[in-house]
């Protein structure tokens, strides 16, 4: 077992190095050889993670499962937040520094935090599983959730649930000139991700879908019965450096500028949490989120004015990465132009934007419960010290606001944020719309 992990790891340098370490999937399909091994035998030895030699993976994978084939690149034992890592390793209940990736969609070792703690002195457990998308992966310790077995709001199962089932892993979907979506047709030639990609060009070439994922009739092969995706990709743009210390409320490196169609993609899955139109006070709705979902008058300026509990003063655009609005516009099709401008400089919202599924979730995992944005477990976010500025909760007795997290883990699942940057005794960000304190 040992040698198989040393000669991975040296069989991903020889990867790394044959090509740019940093452009693996350029949008689309990437070298077969990184996520598959014909043999399984390379200069006389197994380079597949947890497979004996001459036996790869099902699919021919490089791991025992799907996910286990992007974690071998995906996973690392960062101590600090570092490029396109989405899941820190060595992580457990215990330590007091971890998880560390900041990513927009989040870290997925958030999931291996079941934490014990203490509420009104009474003994009480945060299952890791509340903190996002289980994802199976043997190798690297992430099992399928044990509560729930499928899609809450649909029948996807979740003990199929992989990077895959999200993400087409070969990168088939792609965005062309006119804003239309297609698995085939005119070549992609690099990422369609980021504030800085090249736009697509009619009739010459395609982006690649927001962070390749899967569109209209995705379906992974290896999944029986009919789950095949009927919303393509949501439009969006990243930033170029997507995973970092923020030392803003609006956020650097996870200020994602969302257009349209995400929640629609989310209900790909879970199609009863969403619904477009919205009757206030009418009984048997859910949260509005999704391309109808608009912002109303109130909200669109509560959300301006609001910068921390009570203080209604904020002038400016008052973004939050914490509580992201998509910038709408277009039935299906997002202006790319307005979504780049938009991630560099955020305007102030308007009845024109869209509440979406990420305004209160995040996509992978989080820190928190039913993989929010930010705690929703008690009324505060934050306490305050001697000289009343904010800090994160340091109980190690009554673990009502901390769930048993360090300042580090606290400031970690806020993707860096210091507590002073919310204030002391701040209310959720539920008020960050609403301002009901
Ligand atoms: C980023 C990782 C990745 C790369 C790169 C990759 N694959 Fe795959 N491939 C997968 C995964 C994951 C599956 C399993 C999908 C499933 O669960 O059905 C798969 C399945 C397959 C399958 C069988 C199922 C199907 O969808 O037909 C074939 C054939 C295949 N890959 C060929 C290729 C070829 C050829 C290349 C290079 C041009 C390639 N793959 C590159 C991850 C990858
Ligand atoms: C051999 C290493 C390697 C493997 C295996 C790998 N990735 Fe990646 N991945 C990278 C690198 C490097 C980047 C950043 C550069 C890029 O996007 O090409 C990246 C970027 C990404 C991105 C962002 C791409 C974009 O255009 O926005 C996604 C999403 C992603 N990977 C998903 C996956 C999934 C899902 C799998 C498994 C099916 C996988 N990766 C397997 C190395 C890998
Ligand atoms: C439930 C669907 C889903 C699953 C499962 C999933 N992803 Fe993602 N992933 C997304 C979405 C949606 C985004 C975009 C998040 C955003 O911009 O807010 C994303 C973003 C990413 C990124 C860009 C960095 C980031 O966090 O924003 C990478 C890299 C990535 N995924 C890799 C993976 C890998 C590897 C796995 C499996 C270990 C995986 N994803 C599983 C939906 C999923
Ligand atoms: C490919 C199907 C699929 C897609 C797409 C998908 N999910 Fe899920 N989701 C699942 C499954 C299966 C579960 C239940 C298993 C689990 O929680 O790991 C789940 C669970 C959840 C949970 C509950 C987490 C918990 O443990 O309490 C939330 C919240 C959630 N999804 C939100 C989203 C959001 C937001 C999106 C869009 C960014 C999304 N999902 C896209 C399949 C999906
Ligand atoms: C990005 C802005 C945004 C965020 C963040 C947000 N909401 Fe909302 N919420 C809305 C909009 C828009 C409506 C529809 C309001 C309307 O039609 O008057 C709404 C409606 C509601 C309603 C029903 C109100 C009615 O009049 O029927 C409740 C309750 C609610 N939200 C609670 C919450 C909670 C709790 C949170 C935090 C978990 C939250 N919201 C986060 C924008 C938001
Ligand atoms: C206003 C904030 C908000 C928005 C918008 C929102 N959610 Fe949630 N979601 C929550 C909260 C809070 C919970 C915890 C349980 C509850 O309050 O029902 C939750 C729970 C869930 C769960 C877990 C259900 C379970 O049984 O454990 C899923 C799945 C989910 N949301 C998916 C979605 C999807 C998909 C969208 C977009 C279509 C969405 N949510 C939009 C706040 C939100």
Known sequence: MKLTKVV????????????SALAFHSGGVAECEGCHSMHNSFEGSANVTGMAQYQSGPFLLKAQDQSGACLNCHQSADTAPSGYHISTAGVTPLDSTTPVEMTPGGDFAWLKKTMNGSIRKTATTWDGDRHGHNIVAVDFGYTADKTLTAAPGGTYPATNLACSSCHDPHGRYRRFADGTYASTGLPIFASGSY??????IANVSAAGAYRILGGIGYQPKSLAGSFAFSANPPSAVAPSSYNGINTTIAGTFDRVAYGNGMSEWCANCHTAMHIDSYTSGQKGLVHPAGNGAKLTAPIAANYAAYVSSGIMTGTGAGYSALAPFEVGGGATIADYTALKAFQATPVAPTVTNNVLCLSCHRAHAS??????????GNEFMTVADASNAGMYDTSTTENKINTGYSTTQQTNAYNGRPATLFGPWARNYCNKCHAKD
Do not use: N
């Not at 991975?8 to 090509?19: C, K, M, N, R």
């Not at 504030?195 to 697509?200: K, N």
């Open 367 to 376: 820190g928190f419960e039913s993989m929010a944005r930010y705690y929703l």
């Open 195 to 200: 504030v800085t990609s090249a736009d697509p």
């Open 8 to 19: 991975t790891a040296a069989a991903l340098f020889t990867f790394a190095t044959a090509g």
